[in-house]
């Protein structure tokens, strides 16, 4: 292994080091023993934190695997915290990220949605992965949304975040405070029975490719929101579309209009830790539809048909 100096370990102008890494109150240096073993215990929780801060399995994955990266050209004896130093480059890698998502997100075409984590990935993710939990997390600024998702999503202290994002506790605690305040809205605040979510994803998949627009406004809420990703690559709404009314007719028109291809599959899954659909056709998952259920009707469905953030999930 080719050892990397502390200089060689600073992100771009952000400065990152690896003596800032280090706990308070932390005297034993780590010797780097067990190193591999310790990365992959850590990895599941380096992926959560990368997805919520990046809204993107994918782009979540890269970013662990530059973490691994620099993990391996530590020097021994120069780290005493290995969690805090990995929560530290896995954060800032993302916060260098965020600069040039934020200009593809100002071009993006359509409404932008988080790549959707499927079945078994919600497990090692951890929970909090609601769509609305993640489109409140992309409306704060990323030191609002970085302090916030390590101290009140993965329990650092605050001393930590301080470290991680180069300021001071007070003005950490400043940044989480106010995503709190921001992220409120996006915290499911009702828990469908496992019974309840059957029920009505069930429902909603036979009434939508059915055409059944008696079933549909018998399960949709009042006060639904429909949206959809296709990121400019396949037919889909451009903004949400709000009411009951306007989802029915949405329904019904792409029904009419894009009928899916008789060959398809779909099956009910867990997406973003909720209950959802994925429609496949010849082992290529073209849609997957999340679905938010509160007070047992469905209150919001996000749709997911931009090829891009789907292809991970071809069989």
């Not at 780590?30 to 073993?37: E, I, L, R, W």
């Not at 001393?159 to 605690?173: I, K």
Request: aromatic share 6%.
């Amino acid at each position: 292994m080719i050892p990397i100096s502390k200089r060689d370990l600073a992100f771009g102008d952000l400065g990152v080091h690896a003596d800032l890494f280090d706990a308070a109150g932390m005297s034993e240096a780590f010797d780097m023993d067990g190193a591999d073993d310790l990365f992959e215990a850590r990895r599941g929780a380096m992926t959560g934190l990368a997805y919520r801060m990046l809204g993107s399995r994918a782009d979540a994955e890269d970013v662990v695997q530059d973490a691994w990266i620099r993990w391996r050209g530590v020097e021994a004896g120069t780290v005493s915290n290995p969690a805090g130093f990995l929560n530290k480059i896995v954060t800032r890698l993302c916060l260098d990220r965020l600069k040039s998502a934020r200009a593809r997100r100002e071009v993006y075409v359509g409404e932008w949605l988080p790549e959707p984590v499927v079945d078994d990935d919600n497990d090692s993710l951890g929970e909090d992965l609601s769509v609305a939990f993640l489109l409140a997390l992309e409306r704060l600024t990323p030191l609002e949304r970085a302090a916030f998702l390590l101290h009140d999503v993965f329990d650092a202290p605050f001393s930590e975040v301080a470290r991680v994002l180069g300021r001071n506790e007070a003005a950490c605690r400043q940044l989480a405070a106010r995503a709190r305040e921001h992220v409120k809205a996006g915290k499911p605040r009702y828990r469908p029975s496992a019974e309840e979510e059957q029920r009505l994803t069930s429902a909603f998949l036979a009434a939508a490719l059915g055409g059944d627009e008696a079933a549909l406004r018998g399960i949709l809420a009042q006060d639904v929101v429909m949206h959809a990703d296709g990121g400019g690559k396949v037919n889909a709404t451009m903004n949400p579309v709000y009411g009951l009314e306007k989802a029915v007719r949405l329904l019904m028109g792409v029904k009419k209009k894009w009928p899916a291809p008789e060959d398809t599959v779909a099956r009910l899954a867990r997406i973003n830790g909720a209950p959802g659909i994925v429609m496949s056709q010849g082992g290529v998952v073209f849609q997957t539809m999340g679905l938010e259920i509160v007070d047992g009707r469905i209150a919001a469905v996000y749709t997911m048909r931009n090829p891009d953030k789907l292809a991970r999930l071809h069989a």
